[in-house]
């Protein structure tokens, strides 16, 4: 079965084919960072507006790339959710209206979803169940996946997400958009012993998470000592250390109270080295393993996407003709998936 993936939950526009027998055929994405940088942030109606215009190119590039004809695809999968509502419409209309014009089924797939599953693009790839680690921009979960469709969620962010209190800070220190590597760039210069910022939530049973309250600390640290360079570099350092302990720490925590050894790392947030390295350190001190996808399938891209819909299509998940974007969609919401 070879399927369309289309991803536009948000600021990337990413387009892949996916062979359920040869694996990723060819992937696409074009990244509206540089349109939204001169805002300081996502524009939802610009970014609605450019995967209008970027879509169709992007697909007919996949499939010259792949060697296809549109006759040669099985299935189409598109994000449903969650999103920007205007960018997650985009997808799905046209991710629907070709699989209706091809005659062939379609299927919606939870971002976050696709995001775990990212990892089985490898070639080494992980196998169940596994712990995954789930850090973006705008979510930060910790999930069992016992197997593709059973997840049960064990803990989540509160308030601010991992990679948006990244952005904050960076947008604090005067880093501009997207903030998350230039913050990381900036702490490589840092003082580790200048200042201890808190690991929030890390005092208590649960693996829920909480980031709203570091990224102020941060705000009052850089008040107090002033912006010069030297300065910014150690709160980016401080900042850093404590997201990336607190993610150690739950992870830990989470390993320990399911018994599972085998960690995966997915989103935006997982392509930073220092939670890497932390994340190989763990696993090797518990007699485990870790798995990342590559750079590029950290970010948003149409391959996940590809991947996850070839799953649910070959489980004969299909949509009814009409279609829905859910902008908000909790990962507990998804079919087969629990809560702790």
């Keep these: ?50 995967h209008i215009r970027r879509i169709i190119p992007l697909l007919e590039d996949v499939l010259a790339e792949a060697g296809l004809s549109r006759s040669a695809i099985d299935g189409v999968a598109y994000t449903a959710g969650p999103g920007l509502i205007g960018a997650l419409l985009v997808g799905v209309a046209v991710g629907r209206g070709l699989a209706y014009g091809w005659g062939v089924p379609a299927v919606g797939v939870h971002h976050m979803e696709a995001h775990l599953l990212a990892p089985m693009l490898e070639a080494e790839a992980p196998g169940f169940p ?35 209190a990244f952005d904050k800070t960076a947008k604090l220190l005067g880093l501009g ?17 200048r200042f201890q910022f808190p690991r929030p939530m890390t005092d208590r049973p649960g693996l829920d998470f909480s980031f709203s309250g570091l990224k102020t600390f941060a705000v009052n640290t850089f008040q107090a000592v002033g912006d010069d360079q030297q300065s910014k570099a150690d709160i980016a350092r401080a900042f850093i250390d404590a997201v990336v302990d607190t993610l150690l720490i739950k992870c830990q925590r989470a390993m320990q109270e399911t ?17 890497r390295r932390g994340l190989q350190k763990l696993s090797r001190d518990v007699g485990g393993r870790v798995y990342f996808p590559r750079p590029e399938f950290c970010t948003d891209n149409g391959a996940m996407i590809a991947y996850a819909g070839s799953i649910k299509l070959q489980a004969g998940e299909s949509q009814p003709l009409s279609f829905r974007a859910k902008p908000r969609w909790p990962m507990k919401e998804i079919k087969g998936a629990s809560e702790k």
Excluded: W
């Design 130 to 164: 596994f712990i995954a680690l789930l850090v973006s921009g705008g979510h930060t979960l910790l999930v069992t996946v016992t197997a593709p469709g059973d997840y049960e969620v064990l803990g989540e962010s509160l308030d601010d997400a991992a990679g948006e």
């Design 1 to 50: 079965m070879r399927v369309l993936g289309i991803e536009t939950s948000c600021d990337e526009t990413g387009i892949a084919v996916f062979d359920t027998h040869k694996g990723l055929l060819a992937h696409a994405l074009h990244s509206q960072v540089k349109m939204h940088a001169a805002f300081g942030g996502v524009v939802p109606e610009l970014a609605s507006r450019d």
């Design 259 to 275: 018994g599972i050894n085998t960690l995966v790392a997915a989103g935006g947030v997982s392509a930073n080295q220092q939670l």
């Design 177 to 193: 958009y997207p903030g998350g590597p230039a913050l990381s760039a900036l702490a490589t210069s840092g003082r580790p012993d």
